[in-house]
């Protein structure tokens, strides 16, 4: 079996998608006024740095996080996702991509 390292696909299409909707479900639950628990069972690093040499092998990221980040017409959960990210980047350029929107 070959090992899977997250680092190479880190902010790549389909993670950008995965983590919008979990940021829309954290927003919603975020309503209640009950408590509940959030166990990532299958959670990696806090971060990853998209100028590494991982990210950097394939450039996944920029079919993904990258398309986004510089545009102003996206739809509002997208939006708020990327808004998210740009939190993660307060230098103003696309150099980490957060490992979970738990901070929802």
Do not use: C
Not at 30 to 45: C, F, I, M, P
């Amino acid at each position: 079996m070959l090992a899977y390292r997250h680092a190479f696909h880190a902010g790549n299409h389909a993670d950008v998608l995965k983590h919008t909707v979990l940021t829309l479900l954290l927003r919603y639950m975020n309503k209640k006024d009950k408590s509940y628990r959030l166990v990532d069972t299958h959670a990696g690093a806090g971060g990853y740095s998209l100028e590494g040499r991982y990210a950097q092998k394939k450039g996944e990221f920029e079919q993904g996080i990258g398309r986004l980040w510089t545009r102003d017409d996206l739809p509002e959960a997208v939006a708020d996702y990327v808004d998210l990210v740009r939190r993660f980047n307060p230098q103003g350029s696309l150099e980490q991509y957060p490992g979970s929107p738990a901070f929802a």
